[in-house]
């Protein structure tokens, strides 16, 4: 199982940048974006149910970021805009077999980093 996170960079605040995810080896019931800033704990950002696609947003990120999937390439992404400083952070995609967005996720990727500049 993978899980290939890419996309991140340094940007300027109010830019924006896409992340992806490309999963390989499993089907999940749903995929999901955390992320972690220096010295706080990884949070969740969003995620989306394969099948259906619903999606699910942490409160910080509604109305800027959107996540989508394409089940042709068995990606995620995730697009960020309106990037703010608090943004800042290294951001993992991660896979859940069991129903729900909420809880524990199966696997997780390698995280990509983003810096978003004032």
Known sequence: VQLQASG???????????????????TFYALGWFRQAPGK???????????????????????????SRDNAKNTVYLQMNGLKPEDTAVYYCAGKLRTGVTGNYDYWGQGTQVTVSS
């Open 8 to 26: 991140g960079g340094l940007v300027q605040a109010g830019d924006s940048l896409r992340l992806s995810c490309a999963a390989s080896g499993r």
């Open 41 to 67: 704990e990884r949070e969740f950002v969003a995620a989306i149910t394969w099948t259906f696609s619903n999606a699910y947003y942490a409160d910080s990120v509604k109305g800027r970021f959107t996540i």
